[in-house]
């Protein structure tokens, strides 16, 4: 059964401040998805990744194949940037199947 | 280009009535994919199609729930005789392609579907 963790659960933060947020799946996952959830609960992919790095502006993640680890990082924190954190895992690239972790809640405050 | 449309946004239902959401993927995406967040718990893949197929619905309550998503229309997401517990938010999401090939294709999601059964 896939399985992942987030964490933290919640996060408060100032603006500016470097953010990092981490998810750790079981074995069987091998493709990760983060997900950004506003306060009006619309949901946004931000990034897939299978191996290394990627980066979108301030966004940035990775994945530690090895360690079946990922984080997700935001540099130079913005309060517009305060929404839900979703990472989600499954056996292949695409959607289905996918198991979602808890989520983290990410406040910046100006 | 329009997103993912889902309708109604928001439906209320009494115990025992039917529940239909709708869901027009992006233009060009031929898989539909649906989920269910319920209150205080994190999302929960349910269904996977595309057009006229049903590929994957492990997450799917076995009872009272059904998926289509015809040649022509919308993705529909049927509930019968709804019962409280079926009050969550319901994803729909969509994507070209299946991104088994780790192209790095992404997914888009509707803005919800809020069903509340009182």
């Known amino acids: 059964k896939n399985e992942v963790e987030q964490s933290p659960q919640n996060l408060t933060a100032q603006e500016g401040e470097f953010i990092t947020i981490n998810c750790s799946y079981s074995?069987?996952?091998?493709?990760l998805h983060w997900l950004q959830q506003h306060p009006g609960g619309g949901i946004v992919s931000l990034f897939m990744?299978?191996?290394g790095k990627k980066k979108h502006g301030r966004l940035i993640a990775t994945i530690n194949i090895q360690e079946k680890h990922s984080s997700l990082h935001i540099t130079a924190s913005h309060p517009r940037d305060s929404a839900v954190y979703i990472c989600?895992?499954?056996?292949?690239?695409?959607?289905?199947?996918?198991?979602f972790g808890k989520g983290t809640h990410l406040i910046i405050q100006p | 280009n329009a997103g993912v449309m889902q309708n109604p946004r928001h439906l209320v239902r009494r115990r025992g009535q039917e529940a239909r959401l709708r869901c027009s993927p992006m233009?060009?995406?031929?898989?539909v994919y649906w989920y269910r967040q319920l209150p205080e718990e994190g999302l929960k893949f349910m269904v996977y199609?595309?057009?006229?197929?049903?590929?994957?619905e492990s997450g799917m309550p076995k009872e009272r729930f059904s998926a289509e998503f015809p040649k022509e229309g919308p993705s529909i997401l049927r509930i019968q005789q709804v019962v409280r517990g079926d009050s969550a938010a319901y994803f729909c999401?969509?994507?070209?392609?299946?991104?088994?090939?780790?192209?790095?294709?992404?997914?888009?999601f509707g803005e919800g579907s809020w069903l509340t059964v009182v």
């Open positions: 999401a969509s994507s070209p392609n299946l991104a088994g090939d780790y192209s790095g294709n992404t997914i888009y």
């Open positions: 074995v069987g996952i091998s493709a």
């Open positions: 990744l299978s191996s």
């Open positions: 989600a895992g499954n056996s292949g690239g695409g959607a289905d199947g996918l198991t």
């Open positions: 233009k060009g995406h031929s898989h």
């Open positions: 199609l595309q057009k006229e197929n049903i590929i994957d």
